[in-house]
């Protein structure tokens, strides 16, 4: 990404959720908590206030329709993945620690941290980005944001000496950012991220592109669009898996495969109950659960 800008991929992001939260075919999907912070995060990144106006409107429903059908129903059942999981494991006090990296305009953890008091929350993201988050969540006292550059620092590094504890059983996020590392930036991203806690019960949950046996790591009917368009805003795709060998590499970085959530998991769960499963949805991107090695690795 551009070092001194939000992540550009982060904003369309979040200007995506808004499109979704006001589309009645998508109703339920994102909810109005959700949209609230996404609309603070985006005017304090841009610096002004946005509204969905028609050309705002079209210009999204424009980008999505060059680049990728169904992107942005993605990012939201994603999301909803990830909250559910999250949750999951909060509610059943699995875990004490919430670690999210590179979460762009995502509010699940400003969400979370007000029903989960006495869990603590850290959020590590490019300070590029994190800084229009900064001016909206302020004063939370289970919530501190971090800045990183992964490709020069280490989450283990950035939380030591924070109220982060190695001993409480953590769950860490990573959504959409390993595709943006290189093979060996990655390799150090897991292998930190695993030194980062002695506890049992410790997991992980990030996004991966799934590489495809033509050895492409885009999106499965991606445009030339979308390349062009991550190539312009530096955000270009470095690293991706294909889903079998997730289980070998994982064990590699001091994890046990746990389960992967891809397109047609996400449409069975989310979208076949609300009559929405004839829906498009991008694939080529999907959410793997990971659990931490017990003891040392
Ligand atoms: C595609 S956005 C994803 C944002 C968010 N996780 C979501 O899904 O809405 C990529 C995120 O990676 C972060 N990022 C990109 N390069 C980074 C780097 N070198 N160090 C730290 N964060 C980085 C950006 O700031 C941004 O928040």
Redesign the pocket.
């Given at each position: 990404?551009k070092q001194n800008t939000?992540?550009a991929?982060?904003l369309l992001?979040?200007k995506s959720q808004l499109l979704l939260a006001d589309d009645a075919l998508f109703a339920g999907i994102v909810d109005r908590t959700r949209a609230n912070f996404y609309r603070r995060f985006v005017e304090a990144a841009i610096g002004t206030p946005w509204h969905l106006t028609l050309v705002n409107r079209y210009w999204l429903k424009f980008i999505q329709r060059i680049s990728l059908p169904g992107l942005y129903l993605h990012?939201a059942l994603?999301?909803r993945c990830i909250e559910q999981v999250t949750r999951e494991f909060l509610e059943a006090a699995q875990i004490q620690q919430v670690v999210?990296?590179?979460?762009?305009?995502?509010p699940l953890l400003a969400m979370l941290c007000e029903h989960f008091k006495k869990v603590e929350f850290f959020e590590?993201?490019?300070p590029?980005?994190?800084q229009a988050k900064r001016a909206v969540l302020q004063n939370i006292n289970n919530l501190t944001l971090l800045p990183?550059?992964?490709?020069?620092?280490s989450v283990f590094d950035v939380l030591h000496g924070t109220a982060f504890s190695p001993e409480k059983p953590t769950l860490f996020i990573?959504?959409?950012?390993t595709?943006?590392?290189d093979e060996q930036e990655i390799r150090r991203f897991f292998g930190h991220i695993q030194s980062c806690t002695v506890a049992d019960n410790c997991y992980f949950l990030f996004?991966y592109m799934n590489k495809q046996s033509s050895g492409s790591i885009q999106f499965e009917s991606a445009t030339k669009w979308v390349e062009w368009w991550l190539w312009l805003k530096k955000?270009v795709f470095k690293w991706g898996i294909a889903t079998e060998d997730l289980p070998d590499f994982l064990s590699a970085m001091g994890y046990r495969f746990v389960r992967v959530f891809d397109a047609d998991s996400l449409t069975k769960e989310y979208l076949a109950s609300q009559g929405g499963k004839n829906r498009i949805l991008a694939r080529g991107e999907n959410i793997c659960l990971a659990q931490r090695f017990c003891g040392s690795f």
């Amino acid at each position: 990404m551009k070092q001194n800008t939000p992540s550009a991929t982060a904003l369309l992001i979040a200007k995506s959720q808004l499109l979704l939260a006001d589309d009645a075919l998508f109703a339920g999907i994102v909810d109005r908590t959700r949209a609230n912070f996404y609309r603070r995060f985006v005017e304090a990144a841009i610096g002004t206030p946005w509204h969905l106006t028609l050309v705002n409107r079209y210009w999204l429903k424009f980008i999505q329709r060059i680049s990728l059908p169904g992107l942005y129903l993605h990012y939201a059942l994603r999301k909803r993945c990830i909250e559910q999981v999250t949750r999951e494991f909060l509610e059943a006090a699995q875990i004490q620690q919430v670690v999210g990296i590179a979460s762009g305009f995502d509010p699940l953890l400003a969400m979370l941290c007000e029903h989960f008091k006495k869990v603590e929350f850290f959020e590590l993201d490019h300070p590029a980005t994190q800084q229009a988050k900064r001016a909206v969540l302020q004063n939370i006292n289970n919530l501190t944001l971090l800045p990183i550059d992964l490709t020069n620092q280490s989450v283990f590094d950035v939380l030591h000496g924070t109220a982060f504890s190695p001993e409480k059983p953590t769950l860490f996020i990573a959504e959409g950012i390993t595709m943006y590392l290189d093979e060996q930036e990655i390799r150090r991203f897991f292998g930190h991220i695993q030194s980062c806690t002695v506890a049992d019960n410790c997991y992980f949950l990030f996004t991966y592109m799934n590489k495809q046996s033509s050895g492409s790591i885009q999106f499965e009917s991606a445009t030339k669009w979308v390349e062009w368009w991550l190539w312009l805003k530096k955000e270009v795709f470095k690293w991706g898996i294909a889903t079998e060998d997730l289980p070998d590499f994982l064990s590699a970085m001091g994890y046990r495969f746990v389960r992967v959530f891809d397109a047609d998991s996400l449409t069975k769960e989310y979208l076949a109950s609300q009559g929405g499963k004839n829906r498009i949805l991008a694939r080529g991107e999907n959410i793997c659960l990971a659990q931490r090695f017990c003891g040392s690795f």
